[in-house]
């Protein structure tokens, strides 16, 4: 029992779940989860850092894509997800990108259901719960290394949930998850954390109520060992190095939406069109039940997870980007203290035996797969499709591929990863956007001074070995670049312009500036 809980943990040996009450119903909260299929701006950078390793037969220990500061250590706390996605993408196309995020969508699906079952709370809180956690999640379940966090973070959290309900969990699991997680993504840390706090939290209540410290001190080496295991990585203390490099908050990374304080980041999102609106008022809900269940029934015997919970929520607050994890830490403990606020929570004599669990009939299962696969194709699960909701200088690469250009690119920062996918001729950036990670900040400094034309723009362009600059229209850079006489415009559109210097081959092309028409965005 947690510390300051007098409320009794839930005594059944078999939790009513979920999992097992509709399995047809969580198939459809996984198929939902997956529902958007929309490239995100880094996943060319992911395919095109796995292949690479792929192609060479071993991880990449110095920097092959950028000119700015040349062989600069290349420290990737997701080399094994970028491998995946690549070797996935090679093999299937878009397709395996999307069996991908499906696998990583399940896993924290069922892992959340088995987590808010444990709470004992009855199946229509677990289901609303669930929903709620799912709509929050939708937008984050993209093509990126962040997807296994949130698989392997919401096994985390079912483990502890097991733990703390006072049933039997191989909390020992954790040691051979991190040992994985930590080559997949750096969200390993806040799952570290939440092992962390959660043992002293034990510990706590083990001191107060005077149960002996066996229990915490057996949480407390598994927890070290799992500390340990985040070593076993090719980078071994770089990854987490790079890890804490971005939690630092480097230049530049505020002005990026998913890195802003979330009620920042909320009010943009708000401004955007389709499921913002939706999205807000989901994440304000389901916070804000929390809350005030809490409030109105305090003691759950939960109190581990509940300082689990307030820890990430305040990561989230801090930075949008940490919303996911607020979300699935906040899940167990939001359904045991509705239940308890409403009456809702399951008490009484133990149930006898797992066949007497009550569960859906098999007309409502089969009514709900049916839905499932419906939705499924709906909304292109498995489709070959990928949608591109934002800009890039397809027309300009396809330019300078037509024309064999290629070499230093000083291009849009959000631009940098689709121009490496497409591996033009020597093709290297000024920075990727893997910049937070590696970068000193002065680089990401001199970006943003030379592209919104600052007093060192000028320093910026004539300091560094740039062959030719790529902007959007809207860059205030492009008027430095049109009133200097040794840089020519060579090509431009609606989305982008293409400067060369003045001599170079580029700059002897016949008919330029040529003015061209930029295809519609696509993936790849």
């Known amino acids: 029992m947690a510390a300051g809980d007098p409320q009794p943990r839930a005594q059944s040996p078999h939790v009513i779940s979920l999992l097992r009450y509709s399995p047809a119903m969580v198939a459809i909260l996984i198929v939902a989860a997956c529902s958007t299929s929309t490239a995100d701006i880094d996943l060319w950078g992911h395919l095109r850092f796995g292949s690479d390793v792929l192609a060479r037969g071993h991880l990449l220990m110095r920097d092959p894509y950028a000119y700015s500061i040349p062989r600069l250590p290349w420290i990737s706390h997701e080399w094994l997800s970028e491998i995946i996605l690549a070797w996935m993408y090679a093999k299937l196309g878009v397709v395996g990108l999307k069996l991908v995020r499906f696998a990583c969508a399940a896993a924290m699906v069922i892992c959340l259901a088995g987590a808010v079952g444990e709470t004992s709370a009855a199946i229509e809180i677990q289901l609303a719960v669930l929903i709620l956690a799912v709509i929050a999640l939708i937008p984050e379940m993209q093509f990126r290394p962040q997807a296994f966090t949130y698989a392997m973070l919401s096994a985390v959290m079912w483990l502890i949930a097991r733990d703390n309900f006072g049933r039997r969990a191989a909390l020992w699991i954790a040691i051979p998850m991190f040992a994985l ?51 076993l990585t090719p980078y071994r203390l770089g990854a987490w190095l790079s890890v804490l490099r971005t939690l630092s908050h480097p230049a530049m990374i505020n002005e990026i939406v998913e890195w802003k304080p979330l009620p920042l980041a909320m009010v943009a999102i708000w401004r955007m069109p389709g499921f913002s609106f939706v999205f807000d008022c989901v994440i304000a809900i389901l916070f804000a039940a929390l809350a005030a269940s809490v409030l109105i029934a305090p003691r ?87 949608a591109v909701d934002f800009t890039f200088p397809a027309g300009a690469v396809a330019f300078m591929q037509r024309h064999g250009l290629g070499g230093n690119i000083l291009c849009r920062f959000a631009w940098d990863d689709y121009v ?22 002065r680089i990401a400094r001199e970006y943003e001074d030379f592209y919104n034309n600052r007093a060192d723009a000028v320093r910026v362009l004539d300091a560094y070995p740039h062959d030719f600059v790529m902007l959007d229209p809207g860059a205030a850079a492009n008027r ?13 559109d609606q989305d982008s312009l293409l400067y060369a210097r003045a001599g170079s081959t580029a700059a002897q092309i016949p008919g330029i500036p040529v003015i061209g028409t930029a295809p519609a965005p696509s993936f790849p």
């Open 300 to 386: 759950g015997g939960d109190s581990g997870l509940l300082a689990i919970a307030a820890v990430m929520i305040a990561a989230a607050v801090s930075a949008f980007r940490n919303l996911p994890l607020a979300v699935i830490g906040s899940v167990t403990p939001l359904a045991r203290h509705l239940a308890l606020a409403s009456g809702m929570l399951r008490r009484g004599a133990p149930v006898a035996a797992a066949g007497d669990l009550p569960r859906a009939s098999i007309l409502t299962e089969s009514v709900l797969a049916i839905l499932a696969a419906v939705l499924a194709i709906w909304s292109g699960v498995f489709s070959p499709a990928m």
């Open 181 to 231: 997680w930590c080559n997949l993504h750096g969200g390993f840390v806040i799952g570290l954390a939440a092992l962390g706090i959660y043992s002293a939290w034990t510990a706590l209540a083990g001191l107060r109520e005077r149960h002996g410290l066996g229990p915490s001190l057996k949480l407390a080496a598994i927890t070290g060992a799992a500390a340990a295991a985040t070593l």
């Open 420 to 441: 490496l996918y497409h591996r033009l001729p020597e093709g290297r950036v000024f920075l990727d956007t893997r910049y937070e990670m590696i970068y000193p900040d």
């Open 480 to 492: 430095l670049m049109s009133s200097r006489g040794d840089w020519m415009l060579i090509y431009r």
